[in-house]
Structures are given as C-alpha cells and as structure tokens.
C-alpha cells in the first residue's frame, strides 16, 4: 500500500503567520492526493483536491502544491479558526490511504 | 442544504455485528459515490469501505474484506456497512462521506460510535 508520510507531527505557530505543512508518498501519486482539516469533535474536512484544486468554500489563504511524491499544503496569515489538525489522503491506488496528520498548535 | 446522517453505533461484544445506515438528502444521492472511514479514538483517518453511484463496484480495506459490507439503496438515499465478527480494534467513530472524483471525500457525516468491547 501507498504510505503517507507526514511532517512536523506538530507546528506551532502564531495567528497571522504562514503555515507549511508536508506530506510525502512512497511512491509516485501524480496529484490524486487531498488534504484535510479536522477540529476536536468534528468530522474532516475537504481543504485540498488533485493536489491543488482548493475545495467549494474554502479561503483562498489555502494552497496546496506538489506532484509525484512530494506535496505541501500552505496557508497564509493564519487565523485562530486555523489551528487544528491536517491529514493528506490518496487516491491513486488501493487501499486509500491517509497521512498520520500533522497538529497545528497556537504558539 | 447537505445533511448525511449515520446511525447504527453502539456498544457490543466481540463477535457481534452491526449495521451502520447513512442517510443522505440534500444532494444526488444516486449520482455519487459514497464511502464508510473510521478513527479509533485519538487515532487518524482509516478508509474503510467505498462503493460507486450505481453499485457496479465495491472495494473494502484489508482489515475488514470478509467481515464488512458496504452497500447502499439509492430509492432510499442510503448507505449501508454490514459489520460482521466484530474485534476490539474495529472500535471507532464511523463516518459516511460523499466521493469527489474518485476518491476524495468532500461532504461528511457527523459520525456514530461503535465500541466492541
């Protein structure tokens, strides 16, 4: 199976800074790849689709880059809202697989 | 407005079975393909089950072919995970979610809890 490598495992930031968060595949993906959002008590969230394609709804200060095994999810200027924590997820071959997720704490 | 509303958790012994139901409105039910995840508690997000708009293909994770049925009845809007042979480390919050392109997952319900314990 496709492992998802993700890092930091935690990030700690303050309100209006950047956030870059990373995620690696074990193999090649091309951009079938998602990132999500999750808060404490609280279904994911679809940030990220095809790697870059920000879902409906979602602020513009998300961004997500990368193909094949590398990708990275940025986000500007963040806001209190912000600090959760982000799983990356693919889906280019079976099983579907997600990333251990990366925590986004306030510093 | 897009409800998906699962139902069917609880709390049962080893060995034991569930079924989970999702109830889906809001949206084209029968166009989209559907998908069962879990986490166990304080754990991330495993991909369970996931099957395609008209039923013509199904897929299962490792850990639960044999033991776990997804299935769905597009007259009623609903998907369905027969949970067979149920273990302690089936333990989780249960989610239903919508595909997007195969297989993404943009609309998600609010969870129901299974505990096997």
């Known amino acids: 199976e496709i492992v998802l490598t993700q890092s930091p495992a935690t990030l700690s930031l303050s309100p209006g800074e950047r956030a870059t968060l990373s995620c690696r595949a074990s193999?090649?993906?091309?951009?079938?790849f998602a990132w999500y959002q999750q808060k404490p008590g609280q279904a994911p969230r679809l940030l990220i689709y095809d790697a870059s394609t920000r879902a409906t709804g979602i602020p513009a200060r998300f961004s997500g880059s990368g193909s094949g095994t590398d990708f990275t999810l940025t986000i500007n200027s963040l806001e209190p809202d912000d600090f959760a924590v982000y799983f990356c997820?693919?889906?280019?071959?079976?099983?579907?697989?997600f990333g251990q997720g990366t925590r986004l704490d306030i510093k | 407005e897009v409800q998906m509303v699962e139902s069917g958790g609880g709390l049962v012994q080893p060995g034991e079975s569930l079924r989970l139901s999702c109830v889906v409105s809001?949206?084209?039910?029968?166009?989209?393909?559907m998908g069962w995840l879990r986490q166990a508690p304080g754990k991330g997000l495993e991909w369970v089950a996931a099957i395609t708009s008209a039923s013509e293909s199904s897929r299962h994770a490792d850990s639960v072919r044999g033991r776990f049925i997804i299935s769905r009845d597009n007259s009623k809007n609903t998907l369905y995970l027969q949970m067979n042979s149920l273990r302690s480390d089936d333990t989780a919050v249960y989610y239903c979610?919508?595909?997007?392109?195969?297989?993404?997952?943009?609309?998600w319900g609010q969870g129901t809890m299974v505990t096997v314990s």
């Open positions: 809001g949206l084209a039910f029968g166009s989209s393909d």
């Open positions: 997820q693919q889906r280019s071959d079976w099983p579907l697989t």
């Open positions: 979610a919508k595909g997007l392109i195969r297989w993404a997952f943009d609309i």
């Open positions: 193999e090649s993906i091309s951009i079938n």
